[in-house]
């Protein structure tokens, strides 16, 4: 099977668009960046002048809010007051836990519904279920339930899961396992944390920039994933051809994208083809939208 190049894996991910810097102003909490707002979700801010103080440059939190709960209670607050309008999605009670940089220790919990017009990285777990056949290395995928509200119909990878505040990658990696695939974790069958993956995608509402814990976990063949909490509609074992012409089709929701294209460069399938290899490798590490 010939090499893929990474010109094409590299079309996969610049579909989701550069970061336009010109639309948003920094979203600041005690001095520090921890997102981005556009300007006119700034205008919505501007009417609650107790927790954002709205400047020609920057969105600050307001300097009274001096601890993580009670910011964290003014912002949520005034997000559930707002729910129905267009900026945010369907209020589900998770919360993020957002940080400065690659800080461990949260500055705000905001509400997940909440994270892409305030511009703030999110993080997810993703474990990519493959089996070792016959002819090579073969995937499973999962096809997201149509009757998802988010990217209903979509492929995704074998599980995966939004990180909550308080969670581990792991606890969800191994959760996931369990309500949508059906697969039970066991000491000596766990999921192999293998790196992480970077990058933003921007939407009507603002930007997304997420990263992903990604775990390789090796299914025997014959070995058929069961789908347990609904959210799936069901899973398909896919070659490596067969992985590129679903995602050169767009059929992968766009976090899947980063993790599986991750899986195809680690596993010697896309050839190094001088500086767009580097550029491949860049793209699914990019940290800091500026």
Known sequence: ?????????????????????S??????????????VTHEFTALLGAEPEIFEVGPAAVCLAARLDDLEIRSQAVNQTVWRQRDLPWFRRWNDEYAGV???RCDAPMLHLARCATVPFGVRTYGAHVNGYVRGASGLLLWVARRASTEPDFGGQLDTLVG????????????????????????????????????????REELEGVRPFS????????????????????IDGFELLTVPQIVERLEAGHFKFNAVWVVVDWLMRNGFVAAEGRQFIDLAGALRHWDPE
Do not use: H
């Open 23 to 36: 639309r948003y102003r920094p979203f600041l909490c005690a001095g520090q960046r921890i997102g981005w």
């Open 161 to 200: 899961g939004f990180i909550g505040a308080g969670l581990t990658p792991d606890q969800i990696a191994e959760k996931e396992l369990g309500e949508e695939a059906g697969i039970d974790v066991e000491p000596l069958r766990a999921p192999r944390a293998v790196g992480v993956v970077s990058g933003i």
């Open 212 to 231: 992903i814990y990604c775990y390789d976990l090796e299914l025997n063949p014959g070995e058929q994933p069961t789908n347990r909490d609904g959210e």
């Open 1 to 21: 099977m010939p090499l893929i190049s990474p010109e094409r894996l590299l079309g996969c991910i610049r579909r989701f668009g550069a970061f336009e810097r």
């Open 99 to 101: 940080s400065a940089g």
